[in-house]
C-alpha cells in the first residue's frame, strides 16, 4: 500500500512526514483546504474561521500543533472550542486558548 492510501504505512519517524517535503506556502495551501472542508457547515466556519485569522502567522510549532488537532473528530474539536469538553493537555496552550475565544467565526450579516 502506498503512503497516500494508508497513512499508517508511512513510519513514525519525523524526516517520512509528507509535510517536511512542503514548502510553507503549499502546507498553509493544505491545511486551509482541510479546515475548510470538516464535513459540516459548523466545523467548516469554527476550524476554517481558526485558520485564516492566524494561519498565516503560525510558527512551525504551531503549524504542527494544528496539524495534529485536525487529526481529533470535529465534534471533539467543537466541544472543546465552546467550552462544552475541556481541551486535552496535549492540545492545551496558547492556541488551544485562542481557538476558546471564537472571535474569528465569520458571521454573515
Same mark, same amino acid.
Given at each position: 500500500?502506498?503512503?497516500?492510501? &494508508?497513512? *499508517? %504505512?508511512?513510519? %513514525?519517524?519525523?524526516? &517520512? ?15 486551509? /483546504?482541510?479546515?475548510?472542508? *470538516? ?10 474561521? /481558526? ?14 500543533? $494544528?496539524?495534529? $488537532? ?10 472543546? =472550542?465552546? =467550552?462544552?469538553?475541556? $481541551?486535552?493537555?496535549? /492540545?492545551? =496552550?496558547?492556541?488551544?486558548? %485562542? $481557538? *476558546? ?6 458571521? %454573515?450579516?
Amino acid at each position: 500500500m502506498t503512503p497516500f492510501t &494508508n497513512r *499508517r %504505512a508511512i513510519p %513514525a519517524s519525523p524526516a &517520512n512526514r509528507l509535510w517536511d517535503v512542503m514548502d510553507r506556502e503549499t502546507r498553509l495551501k493544505r491545511l486551509r /483546504f482541510r479546515a475548510w472542508h *470538516r464535513g459540516t457547515k459548523e466545523a467548516d466556519l469554527m476550524i476554517g474561521g /481558526f485558520f485564516d485569522r492566524h494561519g498565516a502567522r503560525w510558527s512551525e510549532a504551531e503549524i504542527v500543533w $494544528f496539524e495534529t $488537532f485536525l487529526e481529533e473528530q470535529d465534534v471533539d474539536i467543537m466541544a472543546w =472550542g465552546m =467550552g462544552i469538553e475541556p $481541551f486535552p493537555a496535549a /492540545f492545551e =496552550g496558547a492556541q488551544a486558548a %485562542a $481557538f *476558546r475565544q471564537l472571535d474569528y467565526i465569520p458571521i %454573515a450579516e
